[in-house]
């Protein structure tokens, strides 16, 4: 017996030693979260992140995109998913994925700038400057002010969240902040942006310039014309920006970075952009979910109307026309976020809501002469804006703008046929509401 | 009594697999004995039966013949003990020279050698619930693995086939499903060796994947044993919650002669029914009504009968219905497919070696083009005795398994049966200039079958290598060092005239590395205090490793389809991953027995896990165990009636951590979110320290009863599973920026019961009926989830507080309204509309009971053997029929099956099958319960006549036996399902299963095959 419980000790004790160590195990492709942003390194590597988080293909890669525009009246649905054609319907309901799908990854953006902002300024590194800690720092408060922008568009007022999380009881249990001051958000990281930044031009990240494009967008959105047209002149007097032509020179032939961007995404093909699947039709290697609808295609090809912007779509080997901005091999199609055209025809309408027609014309017939068409002479202040509307419907017919810009002029029953006020925001995704008693659903869900 | 208790469990646990290698000691008498060993009712000689002479160690063993011969050194008479495994015992009084004597096979198999956890032992002392299966009664069933095999033989243990490709896998319960994102697969044990049960596969296959089971060559396996309740499985306490399944593969035996086994066997196999669909001109004609009745539905769509898409050419239509054309496709797609499966194995063994080498090829083609699975592995076993004391011994698999793989689920591109299932009828493969092409968003279907090229070649080596020494005489120590490897390696290649391959080609690989590494040392000791106390105690350790790695290359742009690897691709990108994870385990089981009567056990695991938080790796894992004997007591010892009455009893907890992330319990950052080409990171997952085992209590309990000299026997089970601390992966509010974290934070419950009944219903003159019947019954609740969770397509499956597990959330159609045509759903919160809020749960897959009979016939060399499985009261989701009857809303888009012809077209029409209108309006709206359907079947799962040579016919042909057979399966199946298989599941994610897309059924095969023994 006495022979047994020494045995017993021996093999107990050789396989217990060191076993703690034995189940200590570290991956390898992630690090820990306890310590993440601490040098320049770790700073520049975060501020990348943050970008990578808007390029997701559920915030700027598709899926945020394609609300903007499903949701307008340029676009007709070829799959079996029904949450596509609740946007052409404008029947969304709050169990759509895609509404949950870009609500999470702005939401998950958001986390990522709210960690650079908290953490970057703390960084005690001499080789980390103060002008490129403020640059990073700078970028973050951008994107989170993007973010809001398009969180307060789409939705209405959303929770505010400043604050990193580290741990899964914060940021949750918070309450829905109205639209007026999800607003004031964005206008406030827009503030604080600006001195933050640089003032050179940079195409896929953010500086002084992309800060006044967007603050330009806002103001619009916010009827402040005035202010809309002081900061899009700050860009359209800037000759780093020029409406390129022809209109397909900003996209075709692999071009990237045009003197047409003022902002857009960076993809490559390890950072590749899906976008182009749902466009391309099979033949191409895509799925042609959403395709232009016949009202569109008639626009486009209408020499008077689409002028050179009939390169926006093509047709495929079965006669059947296909959206045709995003759609290179690799797929590495950029996301073009803001564009000089934008601006040219935001200044065009504040402009012309402050009765300066001849001046609105003058931005207007800039984007018409690139597209290859006669001139606008509109002569009244409406029929100068239903002109510049229509403009936007071709100029960005495959990016999303349609929707937002009918619901911003509050235009949706005539244009849309959509008279109930409440389907102008869309619901908070209905799993959201189960988790967080917190949120309340927008009315009419 | 007791000592020959003592002697008989010594003799049949240790002695009898090593045979008997005790000295004669020095005759003194120069007598012999001379003799043959046969059963009592086929007279068939018994090959390696022990003979030992009472009293002494003087034995021997018998030859090939059944025959012994034997150095008595005894006075006449002398009596003779004779052993042989899975017959009675027998002592014989020994009057001449030469004896024949027969021994009874023992029907009611109460001395069975059942495999338990680190150990044997025979089944009349069997204290946990354990189903021991013999995988020759299902060995001719041609499908991948053993596992499929089982269906319908496990009382207990649900396992359905969702796919009638062989090597998938197949979705195996034992005892229901304790855990929502944690696994519910059993743990599988191949000699000693933890197996690896999770698939390889990276390429997608439309939602399914292949079977790691698959490697092991079912004819390599001589006995499985399913470990059930908390008692059993508490010895691999952690991973014991889902039940426990160990295979033992062929070993030789000491002092055998090589004998020889040869088996072949040849088959087709081919689909019973294939899916009804309209004709062109059906179609063409839906089509048209759904057209004008979205027009009056809403005028504003400009849709008339003078603008219907199917009207003459030359209005600008696509011509009338009836001049369209109806072109086949499944036809094309479907095949009658071959079956070939051979094997060679040779054992033996010498006084101090045994060997078992074994080879097989296993060659399948689906009946789905150009899907095949083809197995080649190779076994040795081998054990040596060093001395007396010490033993030593190896097992190795090798296999190969090669697949040519195609998607065969969900998914547009490369999809097979979308392809062939979905494209509608009407539509020709060519285009005007006469040119193959895709239709509806879908491959072409000649293209797709002549160009697939997507295989994978699995590599797998299951080894172990153990040292046995017994340090006392009822002290065994043993360490064991095994080795699970597997490469799998995949490749895909889609050329230019395939969808996915049409930018200039797409080539991929992927190479996945899995190793798992165990060292394990158990201590056995078992003795016997006095006549009446039996102790054993057995205590252990185990170290477990596991690595997974994987590297992944992509490349695209290839100059033609003639380069298909990625070095020609002008584009090319890759990936690698990593991870691992360790377990350590400390386990002591302790049992005594009474009198024969009274049996308990006692066991504690002890499990460290590197998954779980800094303070919650370890688990503790305890389990206790009783028996009672009732037979041995007095009252019950002369009842002859009664041949076995026991009562077993047994309470436990288990665990589970398999299936959750290697590093769940961490808050990490990922490297992976570059911008510009350059490296980004960003949050992952946060941390949760808090997170630790899921625990599983069991309470079981058990009768098993024979009467009529064990002519007829039962066991009955009654469990109670209750699952705590349940893994998830809590959601968040996407506030916070993350989707979910890893929780404990689910409890589910499982009851039922089990039933097993064999009868030998006939034995005389040569002819043998005998009968085994299973059936089961498992009631499964989620008893705490905070917020319900979705599944599968549609969210066609909830998951929610208070219902059973994979409950299906349908909006419930009641009726369609003679008057209007459209749908009547129950508008379940009476608010005048049918939103969201009306989905309700009906029903689930769970079946209300479920089981297997088969009937075994024997006369004379003839046997036949009938095998059914049945399954009652589970719902299946027709998600085919879903995308097949959508009323022609889906035009070009999707086929339209024949049974939406059946839909209302004018008032007073009593159908089921609603007018045509828009997808998701109302009477095609996602969700619909006019799919879910009764999956209930009973299905003739085999059927098997063989033949056995006659003894002295074989002889003359130089072999010991020749058996030749053929086999049936599918044969029938009784359903009232529309779907082609009630088995069908399009993904083989544990949470969205039940829903039937895009699946080859299980096909009915006919083989003929051959047995030689030599």
């Known amino acids: 017996m006495k022979k047994f419980k020494y045995l017993l000790y021996i093999v107990l004790l050789t396989s217990a030693t060191g076993c703690d160590k034995y189940l200590d195990v570290q991956p390898l492709e992630s690090i820990s979260d306890t310590q993440t942003i601490f040098d320049k390194s770790s700073a520049e590597t975060a501020i990348r992140g943050v970008y990578s988080a808007l390029s997701n293909s559920n915030y700027y890669g598709t899926t945020f995109q394609s609300i903007g525009y499903l949701s307008g009246d340029n676009i007709q649905w070829t ?23 870009a609500w999470t990854a702005i939401y998950r953006t958001i986390n990522r700038a709210n960690n650079v902002i908290a953490k970057v300024p703390g960084v005690t590194d001499p080789l980390l400057t103060e002008a490129l800690k403020n640059q990073i720092v700078g970028e973050a408060y951008f994107v989170r002010a993007l973010a809001y922008f398009d969180l307060a568009r789409t939705w209405g007022g959303v929770p505010l969240i400043v604050t990193p999380t580290s741990n899964p009881t914060q940021n949750r249990g918070i309450a829905r902040s109205t639209t007026a001051q999800t607003y004031a958000q964005v206008l406030k990281d827009l503030e604080t942006a600006e001195p933050l930044l640089p003032s050179t031009t940079d195409r896929f990240r953010a500086t002084r310039k992309t800060v006044w494009a967007l603050r330009s967008r806002y103001h619009l959105y916010q009827k402040e014309w005035a202010k809309a047209e002081e900061y899009a002149a700050k860009l359209l007097s800037d000759n780093t920006f020029q409406a390129v032509k022809p209109y397909s020179a900003f996209f075709a032939n692999d071009a990237r970075g045009t003197q047409e961007s003022v902002f857009e995404i960076f993809y490559s093909a390890n950072e590749t952009n899906t976008h182009r699947g749902q466009w391309q039709p099979q033949t191409n290697g895509g799925t042609r979910q959403w395709a232009p609808n016949d009202a569109l295609v008639a626009l486009l090809n209408d020499a008077t109307k689409g002028g050179n912007r009939s390169t926006l779509v093509a047709k495929d080997n079965q006669n059947r026309w296909y959206g045709n901005l995003y759609y290179r091999t690799p797929a590495t199609d950029p996301t073009y976020v803001i564009r000089i055209a934008e601006l040219y025809l935001i200044r065009a309408e504040v402009r012309a809501q402050q009765d300066k027609l001849a001046d609105a014309l003058t931005d207007l017939n800039v984007i018409r002469s690139r597209a290859g068409i006669s001139p606008s002479t509109a002569a009244s202040k409406d029929a100068v804006l239903l002109d510049i509307e229509n403009e936007r419907r071709l100029e960005f017919a495959l990016e999303p703008h349609r929707w937002y810009d009918i619901v911003r002029t509050g235009r949706a029953a005539q244009v849309f046929n959509v008279t109930d006020p409440n389907r102008l925001v869309l619901p908070i995704p209905s799993g959201e509401l189960l988790i967080d008693k917190a949120l309340v659903q927008n009315p009419g869900y | 009594m007791k000592k020959k208790f003592l002697l008989q469990l010594w003799v049949s646990i240790l002695l009898i697999p090593l045979g008997i290698a005790a000295q004669s000691p020095e005759a003194t008498i120069n007598a012999t004995l001379s003799g043959i060993v046969s059963d009592e009712k086929t007279r068939e000689p018994l090959i390696g039966a022990s003979i030992q002479i009472k009293g002494t160690t003087n034995g021997a063993i018998t030859n090939a013949d059944g025959k012994f011969y034997l150095k008595t050194g005894q006075k006449l008479p002398f009596t003779l003990i004779v052993n042989y495994i899975g017959y009675d015992t027998r002592e014989v009084l020994v009057n001449t020279n030469t004896i024949e004597i027969r021994l009874l096979a023992n029907a009611k198999q109460l001395s069975e050698i059942v495999v338990v956890g680190y150990g044997t032992q025979e089944r009349k002392n069997l204290i946990g619930s354990v189903s021991k299966v013999d995988p020759s009664e299902v060995s001719a069933i041609p499908v991948g693995s053993f596992d499929a095999q089982l269906q319908g033989k496990v009382s207990g243990v649900q396992i359905s086939s969702p796919t009638g490709v062989p090597g998938e896998t197949v979705n195996v319960r034992v005892r229901g499903a304790t855990s929502i994102n944690a696994d519910n697969d059993p743990l599988y044990v191949v000699d000693g060796v933890f197996v690896n049960s999770n698939s390889l596969q990276t390429i997608s296959t439309g939602g399914k994947s292949s ?30 919650a889902n039940g426990v399944i160990l295979i033992t593969t062929k070993r030789g035996n000491f002092d055998q002669a090589p004998k020889v086994n040869f088996n072949a066997s040849y088959g087709q196999a081919k689909a019973v029914k294939l899916w009804e669909l309209t004709t062109g001109p059906e179609h063409a004609q839906l089509v048209n009504e759904w057209w004008i009745n979205t027009g009056k539905d809403t005028p504003s769509l400009n849709r008339t009968e003078a603008n219907r898409p199917f009207r003459p050419v030359s209005e600008g239509g696509r011509g009338l219905p009836e001049e369209q054309q109806t072109y086949d496709r499944l036809g094309e797609a479907f095949r009658t497919a ?8 040779v054992t033996g063994g010498t006084k101090t070696t045994k060997y078992y080498i074994g080879g097989g090829y296993n060659d399948q083609e689906a009946i789905l083009k150009p899907i095949t699975f083809n197995r080649a592995s190779f076994k040795v076993n081998l054990d040596q005795k060093i001395n007396e004391r010490v033993q030593v011994g190896v097992s190795n698999t090798f296999t190969r398994t090669y697949r040519n793989q195609a998607r065969a689920g969900d998914g547009p591109q490369g999809g097979l049966l979308q392809a062939a299932l979905h494209t509608p009828t009407y539509l020709s493969p060519y285009n005007e200039q006469g040119v193959l092409v895709g239709r509806a968003g879908f491959d072409n279907l000649t293209l797709l079958l002549e160009n697939y090229d997507v295989n994978s070649t699995s590599l797998r080596y299951i080894g172990n290598l153990y040292a046995e020494a017994e340090l006392l005489s009822n002290l065994k120590l043993r360490t064991s060092w095994g080795v699970d490897y597997n490469n799998y390696n995949e490749s895909e290649y889609w050329n230019t005239f395939l969808l996915l391959g049409a930018q200039g080609g797409l080539a991929t690989s992927s190479i996945s590395q899995f190793s798992s590494l165990l060292n394990e040392q158990t201590l056995t000791y078992r003795k016997k205090f006095g006549t009446k106390h039996s102790f054993g105690l057995i205590v252990g350790n185990t170290l477990q490793s596991d690595v997974l790695t994987r590297t992944y290359a992509e490349g695209r742009g290839f100059a033609n389809n003639s380069f298909k690897i990625i070095s020609s691709a002008a584009t090319t990108t890759s990936t690698q991953s990593w991870s691992k994870s360790n377990l350590a385990s400390f386990f002591a089981k302790a049992d005594y027995v009474f009198n024969s009567k009274y049996l308990v056990d006692f066991s504690l695991r002890a499990d460290g896990s590197s998954r779980f938080g800094a303070d919650r790796k370890w688990g503790y894992f305890p389990a206790v165990g009783g028996a009672w004997r009732i037979k041995q007591e007095d009252f019950l010892k002369d009842v002859k009636f009664i041949s076995d009455l026991k009562l077993r009893a047994s309470y436990g907890i288990v665990g589970n951590q398999n299936g959750i992330g290697n590093f769940a319990a961490q808050g990490l950052w990922t490297g992976g979110a570059p911008y510009q080409g350059n490296p980004g990171i960003a949050p992952q997952q946060l941390a949760n320290p808090d997170l630790r085992w899921e625990k599983t209590n069991q309470f079981n309990i058990g009768i098993d009863a024979a009467v009529l000299e064990g002519k007829l026997s039962f066991e009955l089970n009654y469990y109670n599973k209750y699952t705590r601390d349940g893994l998830l992966q809590l959601a968040l509010p996407s506030t916070t920026g993350f989707a979910n974290y890893w929780s404990n934070a689910a409890e589910i419950s499982n009851k039922g019961f089990e039933l097993n009944i064999n009868s030998v219903n006939y034995d005389r003159g040569g002819l043998t009926w005998t009968t085994s019947f299973n059936i089961a019954r498992n009631v499964n609740n989620i008893e705490k989830l905070e917020n319900p969770l979705r599944y599968g397509s549609r969210e066609l499956i909830l998951q929610q507080q208070g219902t059973p597990l994979y409950s299906f959330w349908v909006y419930k159609q009641l009726s369609v309204d003679p008057q209007t045509g459209n749908v009547v759903y129950e508008d379940v919160n009476k608010d005048g509309q049918i939103t969201v809020a009306d989905r309700q749960i009906v029903g689930s897959i769970w079946p209300k009971f479920f089981g297997g009979l088969t009937n075994n016939v024997s006369y004379k060399n003839f046997e036949l053997s009938a095998f059914l499985s049945f399954q009652y009261g589970n719902k299946i989701y027709n998600h085919n029929k879903f995308f097949g009857e959508g009323g022609g809303a889906r035009d070009a888009a999707r086929i339209i099956f024949a049974s939406n012809n059946a839909r209302w077209q004018k ?30 079947f009973l299905r003739l799962r085999s059927l098997n006549l063989s033949y056995n040579l006659p003894k002295e016919i074989a002889r003359k042909l130089r072999a010991d036996g020749l058996k030749v057979y053929v086999n049936g399966t599918n044969l029938f199946l009784l359903t009232k399902y529309t779907g082609l298989d009630p088995e069908s599941s399009a993904s083989s994610e544990q949470n969205a299963q039940g829903i039937d897309l895009g699946t080859p059924p299980q096909p009915r095969s006919y083989q003929v095959g051959i047995s030689v023994t030599l």
């Open chain 1, 79 to 101: 799959g079996s998913q029904s949450q596509v054609q609740e946007f052409i319907n404008k029947k969304v309901n709050a169990e759509n994925a895609t509404i949950s799908g």
């Open chain 2, 907 to 936: 008032p007073g029409d009593i159908t089921d099958v609603p007018r045509p209108d828009g997808v998701n309006v109302n009477n095609y709206r996602d969700g619909g319960s006019r799919w879910l359907e009764d999956g209930s």
């Open chain 2, 338 to 345: 071959t079956l070939q499966n051979y094997d060679l194995s």
């Open chain 2, 211 to 240: 079977s790691p089971i698959t490697d092991i060559n079912p004819s390599d396996i001589q006995s499985i044993e399913v470990l059930k309740d908390a008692e059993a499985t508490a010895l691999y306490g952690s991973r014991g």
